[in-house]
């Protein structure tokens, strides 16, 4: 997660860098191709630029605008086949949370849920979880909204109490 720009009137976040994509696969391109030029190895040359490719094919930029100005969200994914924009009203986001999503084999991953008055969700997603709490907390300053987990906990503590 990188913080590109954060003012009184804009919160922009970024969670990938295209560089970082490279730096990835760029060793599997060098590889294959090697393999394809200097061993004259056409398949296995092939394979590493596929996997290299498939790789590729999975970055996604993901870059969310939130302007008090304007009062709205804007979402931009960005990835080599893919070019996707989405806006939506801040005033419509009625919680942030952080979500865990467990697989069959005990892996979890995690994400920043935006919780809309209408029940939608929107999911943002990062690659760690220390990211994604640095994430779920600076969106919740930003535009102004409380952990509802501490509010349940608040307002079951006053029940208890009374």
Sequence with gaps: MKILKQTPNELTIQTSSVWDVWLLISPFIVIGLLQIILASNWIGGGIFLLFSLSLLDGAIEETYIFDKTFSKMTI????????DVAECSTHEISAVELEEVGDSEGNSSYYVDLWMFGGDI????????TEQYKMADLIRSYISIRDNRTLSNVFALQVRES
């Design 76 to 83: 931009k994914r960005r990835g080599v086949w893919l070019h």
């Design 122 to 129: 929107i999911c943002l997603r990062s690659y760690s979880l």
